[in-house]
């Protein structure tokens, strides 16, 4: 094996142990980022432990551009990434973007920096670096995969959400307009009502005070019970039968080497 091979072995393919441990770090390594970013926002905290979390920052930065580095030099190792312009269509596939996005503000903001531009606005994307961690668990792979199994379905869901969002709306800014202008001022403005009524979670601070509209807003209170059932049954649906193809594998191996039901172990 070569080293770019034992290099991608490593760092892509998940299966040896030293690529175990070294997915254990980097996933390690992205949540105390996360930590650490939230934690930053605290003035108190800032004040006292700015130079350790900007350190840190500089630290993780650096340990991402040598795991990216390395990305790219091994990449060719892999069939669809070799060729002339492998790398190249490795650093624009969705995990060569997620791996650049996590250490690009860093960069921009000292370039920034340099030329005296405030780009502390940059910080924000600082957060990107969560999506790391969808390219070393299996489970949210599972659920990205879940996800765009199903996209067709949940599209549809939301163009029934949307829709039903649209004609509540409208419906209560005739039901409420005259009798409450300043709050149902236009369809636009019903449309924050709609939310917060739809989504189960109170009238917030617009209640409707005519008839017609209370009866709406009880009648809109009771479907947005059922509302999001329709997502979460699409998405239960492809978590069941993500697992069907695992569980058959599991009861073909019992039948076939005859696996003991108490220890687990092939009876020879």
Known sequence: M????RIWAIVEMHESQEAYWFDK???TLISLNLIAFVLETDPDLAAEFGSWFRTFDSISIGIFTVELAARLYACPSEQ???GRFGRLRYLFSLHGMVDLL???PFYLQLIFSFFAFDARFLRILRILRFLKGFHYSRSLQRLTQIFAGKSEELLSSLIVM???LF???TLMYYAEH???PDKFGSIVESMWWAVATLT?????DVTPITTLGRFLGAASAIIGIGLFAIPTGILAAGFAESHEPLESSKIQEKITHKVCEHCGQRIS
């Open 80 to 82: 669809r990434f070799s």
């Open 200 to 204: 189960t979670v109170g009238y917030g």
């Open 178 to 180: 005259e009798a409450q």
């Open 25 to 27: 770090f980097i996933v």
């Open 162 to 164: 949307l829709s039903l």
């Open 102 to 104: 996590a250490i690009l």
């Open 2 to 5: 070569t080293l770019p091979q």
């Open 167 to 169: 004609v509540t709306s």
